[in-house]
């Protein structure tokens, strides 16, 4: 595991543990959407959804484990503390994009739907020129309340990656 790796799922544990403390609001119709697309190299590329009920949706694309539609239910708690965790950061405060000037990164894009009003913030090397780094937590944990893993990675690498 890479220091960036290790540095990441550190941050991830923290958020989550700082969104599981939090009093889970009641919030009406909801959906989370993450999409992280193609790079030049192996970037995995696919986009998973949750709805307030707990179901998920995996569309698979390139350079993951399982290409197309998969589908998966997920506890309605885990649903709320991850509301909570974007309530915690500050989500809909935040800017819509934060791109670096750079070409040939992938791009991560965090979509928040609730009570009628949508937010959406894209990642195209964001913390470079800004972004706060708990937008890569509830990235980081969108992918673990969703189970992503299980279709993007084969063997914990991301499909067509060279062997480390």
Partial sequence: MTIMRALGALFAAIVLASCASAPSPQHGPAQIALQRTACFGF?????VTIDEAGEVRY??????????VRDAVIPREDVQRLLACFDEIGF??????Y????TDLP?????LTRNGRTKRVVDYGGTSVGMPESVRGLQAEIDRVAGTARWVLRDGQPVGAPAP
């Fill in 99 to 102: 791109r670096a000037q750079i």
């Fill in 59 to 68: 569309e698979g694309r390139r350079f993951v484990s399982a290409v197309g």
């Fill in 107 to 111: 791009s991560t894009i965090v979509t």
């Fill in 43 to 47: 970037c995995p590329d696919y986009t």
């Fill in 92 to 97: 809909e405060r935040l800017r819509d994009e």
